[in-house]
């Protein structure tokens, strides 16, 4: 398993309308092959920042089947104008311990 991990930093003003319009788009990222889960945490210091987790069963879900489909420019339309700045996407791996 992946996770995807992001720090949205929404413009000033804006964040009850992103916080409805992320409700409209997640069925998009759900409806991926390799998708697994999502959430969205609001951070209680910065009220127009927040955390979007998504597990990814391959990194390629992400990078090639959600970021090149026709699906990622519903996404983005729906939601990219509400970054600022434009948000830092890494990805993540279970270290396993023995």
């Known amino acids: 398993m992946i996770l995807e991990v992001?720090?949205?930093e929404i413009k000033p003003g804006l964040a009850q309308e992103f916080e409805t319009t992320f409700k409209t788009a997640s069925p998009i990222i759900a409806s991926i092959p390799g998708y697994i889960s999502h959430e969205l945490q609001r951070c209680i210091e910065t009220s127009n920042?927040?955390?979007?987790l998504v597990r990814w069963q391959r990194l390629e879900d992400h990078i090639v089947g959600f970021r090149q489909s026709e699906k990622y420019e519903q996404w983005r339309t729906l939601l990219h104008h509400f970054y600022e700045p434009f948000?830092?996407?890494e990805h993540y791996e279970v270290v396993q311990f023995n």
Do not use: D, E, S
């Open 49 to 52: 920042r927040y955390i979007l």
């Open 6 to 8: 992001a720090i949205l």
């Open 87 to 89: 948000p830092t996407v």
